[in-house]
């Protein structure tokens, strides 16, 4: 509760280190553990985590999670340790839909279209032109195109926000853009 601009973030922001600490290391015992049953040969590990955590680096007091759609709350690592594949590092656009396709596609060998089961795409895809993103709290939904958040509300797109969280000025989203997405939330996203 006492949380808000004048907030020093550095307590909270030590929480968040120990938090990160404590679980790095039951990681690391699942690690070990697996490596002592001789499974590290047979076993795929993805390490991510469901959202970031802001300690209001936006300046609008936004502190913790699920409170907007910042790069501070949605940029998260992932590290796949996969037996057989060499280290790589990707950094184009992705989202946690797309682990179901690599998965299923890299590793079940599964030949249906990716579209059939998942509105993500395999993560060794680098092809992201006119990528978009659906991003939903428990109370917006919004779609992130071209480095933009387009908010969506009962009558359609409303405000646009970068990822730091200020008001930009835009052109409109391109209709196959917003077609594609609402085609998405209809199959996938219902509520």
């Not at 550095?10 to 001789?38: S, W």
């Not at 913790?64 to 340790?81: D, E």
């Not at 579209?115 to 917006?140: C, K, P, V």
Request: with cysteine; aromatic share 10%.
């Amino acid at each position: 509760m006492a949380l808000d601009d004048d907030y020093d973030p550095l307590p909270f922001l030590n929480l968040y280190k120990t938090t990160a600490h404590y679980v790095d290391t039951q990681i690391q015992r699942i690690v070990e553990q697996l490596e002592a049953q001789q499974l590290t040969d047979k076993t795929l590990i993805v390490i991510t985590s469901d959202h970031g955590q802001e300690f209001n680096e936006t300046g609008l007091n936004y502190w913790g999670h699920n409170g907007n759609f910042s790069q501070w709350q949605t940029h998260v690592p992932m590290l796949i340790l996969w037996l057989g594949k060499a280290p790589q590092t990707f950094n184009h656009i992705s989202a946690h839909e797309d682990l179901i396709p690599t998965l299923m596609q890299d590793l079940f060998q599964c030949s249906n279209p990716i579209t059939s089961y998942s509105t993500g795409q395999s993560l060794f895809d680098s092809h992201t032109a006119n990528r978009s993103l659906i991003m939903e709290t428990w109370t917006e939904r919004a779609i992130y195109y071209n480095q933009t958040l387009y908010f969506m509300d009962a009558l359609g797109i409303g405000k646009t926000l970068d990822m730091n969280y200020q008001k930009v000025e835009v052109e409109a989203l391109p209709a196959d853009i917003l077609q594609d997405n609402i085609e998405k939330i209809s199959r996938f996203l219902k509520h």
